[in-house]
């Protein structure tokens, strides 16, 4: 049986030969982004046979990387006794378009659904390019450029070392003081980066800094891969006018100079769905963009027909529609509703940028492609507004799944909460052959009586909650009066 060893340094530096192996394009399998991105996502490490397979959480649910080393057929089938035995999905992370084609090309790994979201796909541009800007499409960079000259004299870069530790640490205040704002995620990102700046020699990364006058006006730390520069974190005071653009180069260019040649790509990984910084990364004109499939192997979810109406006791259980936006958004942007949810939404690292009404409905589109959940709009009827969602996921590979139900308020004290949770169980249980879970705050006295007046029987209790577990199969209970109709 695979053991998967918990994030550390040694663990990580063991897992970099191997990552240096990988050819994918994405930034996602590489010592600087694994590193940056370690809080919250239980990043483990499994070596078998001379392969690597990473284990992380995702979606609040297991994922794992595409085998690398030298023998990955034979880790898919570890992997997939793995999943099984620890009731665990079977889910691939960080997938290229070349890795998708293996996997479909798997018998053992169908059936499968996969997707990729805009938001995380990486930015690639021509190494060469970046280096010169030259060419007529670069005229604006060329511009900000010669404009930085023409103040500040010429760049002065160079790579950082130890006794410039405390000149990182004041150019990021600095560079909070011009941002005071910053989301999850960029707070995030401004914690990791000062230690991603101390861990740079022990996981082989590249730190330089552009000086100004003798201060740190701009730095950025990468990594080489295969033919890839990976740029995985890059911070500049603004108040240089120009100095973006000519740290991104002078740095590019440092690289081929300590490297003795020219790579192919360089990778400024995603935008993390900002809007602002989508138009930045994209005014540089990257030469493709390298999307990462999160991929679902046995999904149930692969039964599910784009439209369905399922009734129950007074409530219609159809998928979530366009016009569902601003209800959806209501719905996962109340706190006090969502508080025996467990999700505030504002401490939800995914969300960068503006929440409007296409985030949440954006959100499980790509859940619904990636076979993730299976998400139920509870309507009055048929073609009624959205009175809230009954949701099954966590899909284990040994036929599992967990089923949650939240209503708007305006809907709450009227027996839909309790319909349509047994009716989707009841569905669930019956058509897709599902034992399905529940659970609830242990102080959530509505929802452990709607849990257990859906047939629900007690598993255990732990400090925070209460679990429930109904089994599938023929026996499993009848899913309501319409069943499911396409």
């Given amino acids: 049986m ?14 970099l030969p191997y990552l240096k192996q990988n050819t994918s394009l994405c930034s996602d399998l590489s010592a600087g982004y694994l590193f940056m991105w370690q809080e919250g996502a239980d990043i483990r490490f499994c070596l078998w046979n001379d392969t690597l397979v990473i284990r992380q959480i995702i979606g609040e649910q297991v994922a794992f990387s595409y085998p690398i080393g030298a023998d990955p057929d034979g880790m898919i089938d570890e992997l997939t006794g793995y999943v099984r035995a620890n009731h665990l999905p079977l889910r691939f992370f960080a997938v290229d378009e070349k890795t998708l084609e293996k996997i479909r090309a798997d018998k053992r790994l169908s059936p499968a659904m996969w997707a990729y979201n805009r938001r995380w796909s990486d930015y690639i541009y021509s190494f060469e390019e970046v280096m010169s800007f030259r060419g007529k499409k670069y005229g604006g960079q060329r511009n900000h450029v010669n404009k930085f000259k023409k103040l500040y004299g010429e760049p002065q870069v160079r790579f950082l070392t130890d006794a410039d530790r405390q000149s990182v640490e004041a150019m990021l205040e600095g560079y909070k003081a011009e941002h005071p704002d910053p989301n999850p995620l960029e707070q995030l990102e401004l914690k990791q980066t000062i230690n991603l700046f101390d861990a740079r020699n022990a996981l082989d990364l590249y730190a330089a800094g552009l000086f100004v006058e003798g201060k740190l006006a701009a730095f950025s730390i990468g990594e080489a891969v295969g033919e890839s520069l990976l740029i995985h974190t890059e911070k500049a005071l603004t108040r240089y006018s120009g100095v973006y653009p000519t740290t991104y180069s002078a740095f590019v260019r440092l690289i081929a100079g300590m490297m003795g040649r020219t790579l192919k790509y360089v990778n400024r990984e995603d935008d993390s769905g900002d809007p602002g910084l989508r138009v930045s990364k994209t005014q540089y004109h990257p030469i493709c963009m390298a999307h990462k499939y999160l991929v679902h192997v046995g999904t149930p979810a692969v039964k599910m027909p784009p439209t369905f109406s399922l009734a129950g006791e007074g409530v219609v259980l159809t998928e979530i529609r366009a016009g569902d936006k601003q209800a959806y958004l209501k719905l996962n942007t109340d706190i006090e509703n969502n508080r025996y949810w467990g999700y505030d939404y504002r401490d939800d690292l995914s969300l960068a940028g503006q929440v409007d009404e296409n985030t949440f409905y954006d959100a499980v589109m790509y859940d619904t492609a990636t076979g993730d959940s299976v998400n139920f709009a509870v309507r009055l009827t048929e073609n009624g507004e959205m009175a809230g969602e009954a949701v099954l996921w966590n899909f284990t590979s040994d036929g599992a799944a967990e089923l949650g139900c939240r209503l708007l308020p305006a809907y709450q004290g009227n027996g839909y909460g309790k319909a349509a949770f047994a009716a989707a169980a009841a569905f669930a249980a019956k058509r897709l052959s599902l034992k399905v879970r529940a659970r609830c705050y242990r102080e959530n006295t509505p929802s ?34 319409g069943g499911c109709e396409k």
């Fill in 448 to 481: 452990r009586r709607m849990i257990e007046a859906s047939g629900f029987t007690p598993l255990r209790a732990d400090e925070t909650f209460l679990y429930y577990e109904k089994s599938g199969g023929p026996d499993g209970g009848e899913p309501g009066k």
């Fill in 2 to 15: 695979l053991t998967f060893e918990p994030f550390s340094m040694s663990a990580l530096k063991r897992a």
